[in-house]
């Protein structure tokens, strides 16, 4: 096994990627320093640790930086691969956990972002992208458990720190996602009874009040 020693989290709290990490983190029952990040003055830590992206999160290992947050969870499944396995060990079935958490990276938090930040009809436009995101990813859920069957994994450790964010989307959006995407959320419900989880993620109306710092930030409030 490896040691836990030196195990350090750079993170945001908000931000639905850091929680990736310590959702993995917590499944694997790994003890960890966080170090909340001030994103406006990046510290000198997160320059020297992520030196390309500068950005948050970044797991150091034993003094070793990793970055991006799929990557980091990957990373964490094979480094304490004792406990709790997050990808299959098939690789027809990595492949997938792999290509539907690359789908939920490059769609939900961009399609989201443009959900608050914009008006009208762009805005109309990335709700419609939006409801069509969730409803693909409701499919590939199926009537499985979790999105790698019966066990939690990637793809549930990829996506379920969105939930965070799910309300703003529909308030922002003026629609419901029970609505569009019933079983979705209650694959959101399964996820929250898991201590990982529930220790993990935020109130998502403390969520909207973030946003709409955003928005007043961006000046489209």
């Known amino acids: 096994m490896a040691s836990e020693k030196g195990v350090t989290l750079l993170d945001f709290w908000v931000s639905p990627f850091g929680q990736r990490a310590?959702?993995?983190l917590a499944e694997k029952?790994?003890?960890y320093e966080y170090k909340e990040q001030n994103l406006a003055e990046k510290s000198d830590l997160l320059l020297k640790s992520n030196p390309v992206y500068k950005k948050i999160p970044v797991l150091i290992h034993d003094g070793k930086p990793v970055c991006e947050s799929l990557i980091i969870v990957q990373y964490i499944d094979e480094v304490w691969s004792d406990k709790s396995p997050l990808l299959p060990s098939d690789p027809y079935q990595k492949a997938q956990a792999r290509f539907w958490a690359d789908f939920v990276d490059k769609k939900v938090f961009d399609c989201g972002t443009r959900l608050w930040k914009l008006?009208?009809?762009e805005q109309e436009?990335?709700?419609k992208e939006m409801i069509e995101i969730l409803q693909l990813?409701?499919?590939?859920?199926?009537?499985k458990k979790y999105f790698g069957g019966d066990t939690f994994g990637y793809v549930d450790v990829a996506f379920i720190p969105f939930n965070n964010?799910?309300?703003s989307y529909e308030t922002l959006g003026n629609f419901s996602i029970e609505a569009v995407a019933p079983?979705?959320?209650?694959w959101v419900e399964r996820c929250k009874e898991r201590e990982s989880v529930a220790k993990t993620i935020y109130d998502p109306k403390k969520v909207y009040e973030f946003v709409g710092y955003l928005q007043k930030k961006f000046g489209v409030a």
């Open 22 to 24: 310590r959702i993995a």
């Open 137 to 143: 990813l409701e499919a590939q859920l199926g009537d």
């Open 119 to 121: 008006k009208g009809e």
């Open 183 to 186: 079983t979705l959320v209650e």
């Open 29 to 31: 029952g790994v003890h």
């Open 165 to 167: 964010w799910f309300y």
């Open 125 to 127: 436009a990335a709700k």
